[in-house]
C-alpha cells in the first residue's frame, strides 16, 4: 500500500515536472532563436547553431534613425508615462486605503472593469478627441494616454500595496505636526518600497511593448518610438532581415532588463515592519 502510494507521487511529480519544462521550453526557444540569429550571418526562422559568429547585424542596426533616436522616444515615452502613472497612482491609493467611504468598493469595482476594457475599443474616440484638442502627433499626448491606460491597474496595485503599511506610523506623524502629504511621502512610500517598485516595472513594461498606441498617435517618423520603429525589419512580399531583427531585439530588450536589475531588490525585499508599531 504504501509502496503504491509511493508511485503515485513520484509519478504526479514526474508528470508535474514535465509539464513546467515543456512550459519553460516554450518560453525559453524565441530568447534563444533571438540571441543565436542576432550573431548569425545567415539567420532565418530556424532555432539553429550560427553559421560563423559575426556581429554585422549590431552593426547594421546601430544607426540614429534606424536605434538611437527610436530608443530614445522609447525612453521619453515610457519614461514620462511610468513617472506620471506613479505619481498619480499613489495620490488616488491613498485616501482608498486610509479613508473609509460608502463610495470605495464601487470605485474600485469600477477601476478593476475599466482594466478590463481592450485598448483598442477606445482609440477611435480617443484619436478624435485628441485631434480637437491638439494633442495628435506629440509626445505629451501620447504620455497623457500612456498614464491613463495604465492608472487603473497600478492604483489597485498601489492601494493593497499601501493597506500593509501601519496606519499607527501615520498618526504618530501627524501628532508630531506632520501633514497627510508628508506623512505619505516621508513614511508611506518609502516604506511600500516593494510595491512601488511593482508599479514601476508593470507600468514601464506594458509602455514599453505598446505597438498600437504610439502607431495610431504619432505621426511623425521621428517621433516614433522603438515598439513601432521594429516594424521596419519586415520589408514587402515577406521578405524579413531575421539577423537585423533580432539584433535589434537584443537592444530593444536591454532598457527593461536593467529597470528589472536596478529594482529587484526593492522586489524582494519585503516590508520590513515587523517591530515598527511596538511599544
Known amino acids: 500500500m504504501a509502496s503504491t502510494l509511493a508511485t503515485r507521487r513520484t509519478g504526479r511529480r514526474l508528470a508535474a515536472d514535465t509539464g513546467l519544462l515543456v512550459a519553460a521550453a516554450a518560453f525559453a526557444l524565441p530568447l534563444v532563436w533571438v540571441i543565436l540569429s542576432s550573431v548569425d550571418p545567415q539567420a532565418d526562422l530556424r532555432v539553429k547553431a550560427p553559421d560563423g559568429i559575426t556581429l554585422d547585424n549590431f552593426d547594421a542596426v546601430l544607426k540614429p534613425d534606424i536605434t538611437f533616436t527610436p530608443l530614445l522616444n522609447s525612453l521619453i515615452l515610457c519614461g514620462g508615462g511610468t513617472l506620471l502613472t506613479v505619481v498619480c497612482a499613489a495620490l488616488a491609493a491613498y485616501p482608498l486605503s486610509r479613508f473609509r467611504s460608502r463610495l470605495n468598493r464601487p470605485f474600485l469595482l469600477t477601476i478593476l472593469f475599466a482594466t478590463s476594457l ?18 495628435i502627433d506629440t509626445m505629451q499626448g501620447t504620455i497623457l494616454f500612456f498614464a491613463a491606460s495604465q492608472l487603473p491597474f497600478s492604483i489597485w496595485l498601489m492601494k493593497n500595496f499601501m493597506d500593509g503599511v501601519p496606519k499607527e506610523l501615520e498618526e504618530a506623524a501627524w501628532t508630531d505636526g506632520a501633514s497627510p502629504m508628508q506623512s505619505l511621502v516621508r513614511i508611506v512610500l518609502p516604506l511600500m518600497g516593494p510595491g512601488v517598485a511593482v508599479v514601476t516595472v508593470f507600468s514601464f513594461v506594458m509602455m514599453w511593448g505598446n505597438f498600437f498606441v504610439p502607431f495610431m498617435l504619432l505621426l511623425t517618423p521621428d517621433q516614433m518610438p522603438a515598439s513601432v520603429s521594429i516594424n521596419e525589419f519586415f520589408g514587402n512580399r515577406g521578405m524579413v532581415a531575421y539577423g537585423q531583427l533580432a539584433a535589434f531585439s537584443v537592444i530593444y530588450s536591454t532598457p527593461v532588463i536593467l529597470l528589472y536589475v536596478l529594482v529587484a531588490r526593492r522586489l524582494g525585499g519585503g516590508f520590513a515592519l515587523g517591530g515598527a508599531v511596538k511599544g
Open 118 to 135: 481592450p485598448i483598442t475599443a477606445i482609440m477611435v474616440p480617443v484619436y478624435a478627441l485628441f485631434v480637437q484638442v491638439d494633442l
